[in-house]
């Protein structure tokens, strides 16, 4: 059996709460430095300030009957405090789970069931959404708290619940003691993902996840530069990649970060220039907007050092044209799952390898293994990229029988994804053999997208692939449908119905397609490669 190895050596495993890690301050940030910073409203948190306002949220979760274990739902586009939210039910040995802003009610309501969150922290913008959810699941009103500091129809901003600014420190919550055995079987993040299959899971990452994975990282990123930067948090923080790159890691690191609470090029541009931005972690169409938007000639980005992409291929043309364009910009791409804490590769800036994901991260063991026959890829040749290692989820939430699918009895976390490495250990995504698409770094499962589908009276059947759209640097889903007998519904009608349903990131921005049957496998699975096919085939004539 081939295993293939970090260049790095193993890094000691921090086995401990995941505030206390990341607080920790091995970077050696003054309670006095700036750690957060609204782009938009210029509000600042210093290091100091965050820490404290941290445990203060935590008290007053404790004082409102927050419990060990208990499970904090955070539904919020991105906002300048959000670690604060995050870190506090982490450091009482709670949860949090973490939703995607877009979400509608139904999607929301299925997050916080299969979760059991009983606490919401939410934006006014969203309230609406999240009343009505924690209405469904019996959240009571009182348990609903807000980002800002305005009350909204009787709610309140979290910050109400602080115990008062006097309280002694030796007062507030402590983060509970979670050294050794406890951190790896303790859950402190629960994010959503499709996984290889299916509809969106609860991925339970523990203590000693989190904390290993940023450890893991961090040799990657300190080939060249001092880790204390200015850091822009453009990534959604309540994706994996957000969470760990753009909190654990930010503040572990020590950086200052800039946080901009949803993409739009003229803020982004602008925060950068504002704030002198050094260090970005970003998505291929946001390189793709820096690349050819002519808007973005109108700032200076001078201040740039390092730009990592993920969560989606990066095409070695794009990065190459980043990189000319901006020569003063070292460039590299990582690779990450949200059950893998997320990253089990990254590329070193000092050595870029375009088109590559990097090589592996420390602490990792990963096999190439060939699908059809389930042995070792032979030399050369690709192989489905399998993955051993502290930062290897502990299941999917409620479902063992998931779990059991995607992490085998060796312990080797199957990804779904097909790569192949160079003698140099540099690996290449060249295929994706799970159902999940990428909208611009967002997860799209076809199989949510089937249902919501085939729940619509006038639709016999119907089955959704991505395919791929160039000029935005992304996979976009497309919908093969089978009209009911005497339905006459339009594709407009289709993409409408789609729309009304569900969040934006999934809608059917690939198209519809109207076809006799769908192809399906003898035990009934949709053949969604003869699907591909036949889309590359008429592409090609
Ligand atoms: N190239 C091709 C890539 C790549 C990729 C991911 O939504 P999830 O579960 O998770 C993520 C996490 C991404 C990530 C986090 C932290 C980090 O440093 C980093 O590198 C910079 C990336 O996206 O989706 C997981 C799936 O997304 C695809 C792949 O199919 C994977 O299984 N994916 N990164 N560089 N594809």
Not at 237 to 253: D, E, R
Not at 264 to 291: C, G, R, Y
Not at 302 to 309: A, P
Not at 404 to 416: M, N, S, V, Y
């Amino acid at each position: 059996m081939t295993i293939y190895r970090s260049p790095f050596h193993d890094t000691k495993l921090p086995s401990t709460n995941a505030y206390t890690f990341t607080t920790s301050n091995p970077n050696n940030a003054p309670d006095s430095q700036v750690l957060l910073i609204d782009a938009l409203t210029k509000k600042r948190i210093t290091y100091g300030e965050w820490k404290r306002d941290t445990r203060r949220f935590a008290t007053g979760l404790v004082n409102n009957g927050f419990k060990r274990g208990d499970v904090v739902a955070v539904f919020s586009f991105n906002q300048y405090d959000y670690s604060i939210v995050v870190f506090a039910p982490i450091l009482l040995g709670g949860i949090v789970t973490t939703v995607n802003s877009a979400y509608t009610v139904p999607e929301l309501i299925h997050q916080l069931e299969d979760s059991g969150a009983t606490f919401i922290v939410t934006h006014p913008e969203l309230l609406a959404t999240a009343v009505e959810a924690a209405k469904k699941v019996g959240i009571p009103p009182q348990r609903i708290y807000l980002f800002g500091e305005e009350a909204v129809n009787g709610f309140k901003p979290y910050s109400s619940i602080f115990p008062p600014l006097s309280t002694p420190e030796s007062q507030l919550a402590q983060p509970v003691n979670l050294d050794g055995e406890p951190a790896a079987t303790t859950t402190a993040v629960i994010c959503y993902s499709s996984g290889t299959t299916g509809k969106s899971k609860g991925v339970e990452l523990t203590h000693l996840n989190l904390c290993s994975n940023a450890a893991q990282v961090s040799p990657t990123d300190s080939d060249m530069t001092p880790l204390q930067t200015v850091h822009l948090a453009v990534l959604p923080l309540y994706h994996i990649y957000g969470i760990q790159m753009c909190m654990n890691v930010a503040i572990f690191n020590a950086s200052t970060t800039v946080v901009l609470p949803k993409f739009n090029p003229v803020d982004f541009l602008q925060a950068i220039q504002e704030f002198k931005v050094q260090t970005m972690n970003l998505v291929p169409p946001q390189i793709l907007m820096l690349v050819k938007a002519p808007i973005v000639d109108k700032y200076d980005l001078s201040s740039v050092r390092r730009i990592t992409s993920g969560a989606a291929p990066c095409p070695p043309e794009l990065s190459v044209a980043l990189v000319q364009k901006f020569p003063h910009i070292y460039f590299r791409q990582g690779y990450g799952m949200s059950e893998l804490s997320p990253v089990s590769h990254a590329g070193l800036y000092t050595s870029p390898v375009h088109g590559s994901i990097g090589v592996v991260a420390p602490n990792c063991e990963v096999r190439l293994v060939d699908p059809e026959t389930g042995m070792d890829a032979a030399p050369g040749q690709s192989g489905e990229i399998w993955v051993r290692g502290p930062n290897v989820m502990k299941g999917y939430r409620n479902n063992p029988k998931a779990t059991a699918e995607t992490i085998d009895k060796d312990g080797f976390l199957h990804t779904g994804d097909i790569a192949t490495v160079d003698r140099h250990g540099h690996f290449f995504i060249v295929d994706r053999m799970k159902e999940l698409i990428k909208y611009k770094g967002f997860q799209v499962a076809p199989a949510e997208l089937e249902a919501v589908l085939v729940a619509n009276p006038e639709i016999g059947d119907a089955a959704v692939i991505g395919v791929e759209n160039k000029a935005e640097a992304t996979e976009v889903p497309l919908a093969f449908v089978v009209r009911a007998p005497g339905s006459t519904i339009t594709e407009q009608q289709v993409s409408d119905y789609v729309a009304s349903k569900v969040a934006n990131h999934k809608k059917l921005r690939g198209g519809v397609r109207f076809v006799e049957i769908i192809p399906k496998s003898a035990a009934g699975k949709i053949l969604r490669k003869d699907l591909r096919a036949l889309v590359a085939q008429e592409k090609a004539t």
